[in-house]
C-alpha cells in the first residue's frame, strides 16, 4: 500500500474538551505519524469556504458557526493507506454508528460536534493540505 497524507481537523467540541493529546495517541497508535500540526481559530468564512461541498445541506450555517467557535487543531497525517486508515480511526460520522475504540465512539457528543474530520479521498487530502498547510510546513 502506498504511503499516504491526510488532512485531520480535531474539532471545536474536542479542543474544548482538553482531548487533543488522546485523539493523537489513537492516530499514534494505528501508526499514523503527524507530520504537520498547528492550533487556529477559524472565522465563519473559512469554515465555510473549507465546507463548501456542503453549502446546500440543512446543516451548514451550524456546522460553520461550530467550526468558528473555538480554536482547532490542523494536522497532516501520513502513513501507509493514510486517508482510510484515519477513516477507521475516527469511526462513522454519527457516533452512535461508530464502532467500539474509534474516535468518535469515545469522545463525539452529536453528529454535528463529532470531534474530528479526515479526508475523504486522495484529491480532497491534497486540496484540504493546501487550504491549510504550505508545504515546508510538512515535516515527514
Ligand atoms: N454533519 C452534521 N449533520 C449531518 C451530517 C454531517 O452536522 O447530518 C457535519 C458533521 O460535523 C460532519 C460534517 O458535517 O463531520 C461533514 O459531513 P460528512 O458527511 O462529510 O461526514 P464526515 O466525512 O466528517 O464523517
Redesign the pocket.
Given at each position: 500500500m502506498a504511503v499516504e497524507r491526510t488532512l485531520s481537523i480535531i474539532?471545536p467540541d474536542a479542543t474544548r474538551r482538553n482531548l487533543t493529546g488522546k485523539i493523537n495517541a489513537k492516530f499514534e497508535e494505528a501508526g499514523l505519524r503527524i507530520i504537520a500540526q498547528k492550533r487556529i481559530q477559524l472565522t465563519k468564512a473559512q469554515a465555510g469556504e473549507f465546507?463548501k461541498?456542503?453549502a446546500e445541506?440543512?446543516?451548514?450555517d451550524?456546522?460553520c458557526e461550530?467550526?468558528a467557535s473555538e480554536p482547532v487543531v490542523v494536522q497532516v497525517l501520513e502513513g501507509e493507506g493514510a486517508i482510510a486508515k484515519n477513516?477507521e480511526v475516527?469511526g462513522?460520522?454519527?457516533p452512535a454508528d461508530a464502532a467500539e475504540g474509534t474516535i468518535?465512539a469515545e469522545f463525539a457528543e452529536?453528529?454535528?460536534?463529532?470531534s474530528?474530520?479526515?479526508s475523504?479521498a486522495p484529491e480532497t487530502a491534497a486540496e484540504e493540505i493546501a487550504y491549510y498547510f504550505s508545504g515546508l510546513e510538512l515535516v515527514g
Open positions: 474539532k465546507y461541498v456542503h445541506r440543512p446543516f451548514y451550524e456546522l461550530f467550526m477513516r475516527m462513522a460520522t454519527n468518535r452529536s453528529v454535528g460536534e463529532n474530528v474530520h479526515g475523504d
